[in-house]
């Protein structure tokens, strides 16, 4: 895959390491970040953590030496799941955060997730912003005697666990019953540590597949079927209740059945918000564009409304703030649930995992039984590389819409959602690509 340039967007930047995510540009985004923050709020201490990819350390060691530079007091916490970085930020009284990431992409990329000071990503606003800042590129580093060292602060993967296991609606004693033997797939990065031990204070046995945290990917790291093979045979060598699959960075929960077959990552935030509604009938759901019409089928049993958004986790996290939604999420396997339920506002695996422990617990189901009592949907997802004029491209797919029987809607590429199905054309924010994702029911 050619990329040509660095990537921006409300899901941080990103890039091909040595090429286009180079020292000279992760240190101009770094500075133009901390002058954004040095200019609108009065603390200087910011939270900075990282995935464990491999080469990742080099990015790290960069941006903590750039932020001492700038004057700001910055606190490491080492290898840790974004949410745990989110966590972090919020609850120290910080500027804001990095989270050293590409999320899902592919071992020779990485980039920057950044964070306001309540451990949310920056919007689209903030990061244009940020984004003139850095191509100014005139910056003012703090005079010697006003440098301070960096301070490690390595506690947040148990503050993380604790506040997992502290939901609202979760009874550990009932998941501990249950004694489920699980099988984690973590591609050897950030939740290598944290997801095994988080399983195994919820009473389960615990079988670590890819969880060595050497940062070195056992197979593509985003977490689809296609990618999850070695994990699908582990689950049936096993005879495991589950299999638990999380991206490099851990936001993203992908589940495989007791049979070895997937249960789909549209059917994390599905099972999440069936719980949830469930115990608070009414409530407001708020999910993006791309994910699963299960979520309005379940809504509807609960006589709850259901709020969509453009792709990116502020985006639905800045909808659920609005309209004061009970979940939320994304359909690639992002459970987002807000602080009034004892979370916070971004996508976690740990909540989403102890969630969906809980149903399965309440019900007294196997996780394939489980998935009979879903919504019943099959959702394709491809991409165009190389697509010489993205935007030409989507208003043609306008306007050959245009006289069928379909809604169209254009706050995120265009979506058109027919009677029986939906087709959702986008620019990714993470990839050089034209995302296309189809659903319809079965």
């Known amino acids: 895959m050619k990329n040509k340039k660095l990537i921006v967007s409300v899901s941080g930047i990103r890039g091909i390491l040595g090429e286009t995510l180079t020292p000279q540009e992760i240190i101009r985004y770094v500075s133009a970040f901390a002058e954004f923050m040095k200019r609108n709020y009065k603390n200087k201490n910011v939270i900075i953590g990282r995935d464990g990819r491999k080469n990742g350390e080099i990015i790290y060691s960069l941006i903590i030496s750039t932020l001492a530079m700038y004057g700001f007091k910055v606190y490491f916490i080492g290898v840790a799941p974004t949410p745990t970085i989110q966590i972090a930020t919020s609850e120290t009284n910080c500027t804001g955060g990095i989270s050293v990431t590409a999320s899902h992409n592919p071992q020779n990329w990485n980039g920057l997730k950044f964070l306001n000071p309540d451990g949310t990503f920056i919007d689209v606003k903030i990061t244009n912003k940020i984004k003139r800042l850095a191509e100014k590129n005139i910056f003012k580093f703090a005079n010697v005697n006003n440098i301070t060292s960096p301070i490690p602060s390595y506690n947040w993967i148990y503050k993380h666990i604790e506040k997992a296991l502290s939901l609202k609606y979760i009874n550990p004693k009932i998941i501990k019953k249950r004694k489920f033997k699980i099988v984690v797939d973590a591609v050897n990065s950030s939740g290598s540590i944290i997801m095994p031990l988080f399983l195994k204070e919820l009473g389960c046995e615990v079988i670590n ?61 599905a099972t999440v918000i069936n719980f949830i509604l469930r115990k608070n009938k009414g409530g407001n759901v708020t999910v993006n564009l791309s994910t699963t019409r299960a979520v309005e089928d379940i809504a509807k049993k609960y006589n709850s409304k259901v709020f969509r958004t453009p792709v990116g986790e502020i985006n639905v996290v800045n909808e659920m703030k609005r309209n004061n939604s009970i979940c939320g999420g994304e359909g690639s396997g992002g459970v987002i ?67 069928k029987d379909c809604k169209i809607t254009t706050i995120d590429g265009v979506k058109l959602d027919f009677p029986d199905y939906w087709i959702h054309y986008r620019k990714s924010n993470t990839e050089p690509i034209i995302r296309i994702i189809k659903e319809f029911k079965i």
């Open 209 to 269: 597949l890819y969880c060595d945290c050497s940062g070195i990917f056992p197979h593509q790291p985003e977490p689809l079927p296609k990618n999850l093979k070695s994990l699908s045979n582990a689950v049936l060598k096993y005879k495991a209740d589950l299999g638990v699959a999380v991206d490099p960075d851990a936001d993203r929960l992908v589940l495989i059945t007791d049979n070895g077959k997937p249960f789909g990552e549209e059917n994390t935030i």
């Open 337 to 403: 649930i807000p602080d009034f339920l004892g979370g916070h506002y971004g996508r976690d695996s740990l909540f989403g995992i102890v969630i969906i422990l809980q149903e399965l617990a309440e019900m007294n189901k196997k996780i394939s039984e489980y998935k009979m009592t879903l919504p019943s949907y099959k959702i394709v997802k491809t991409k165009l590389d190389n697509v010489k004029n993205p935007d030409s491209f989507l208003d043609n797919i306008i306007k050959s819409a245009k006289n």
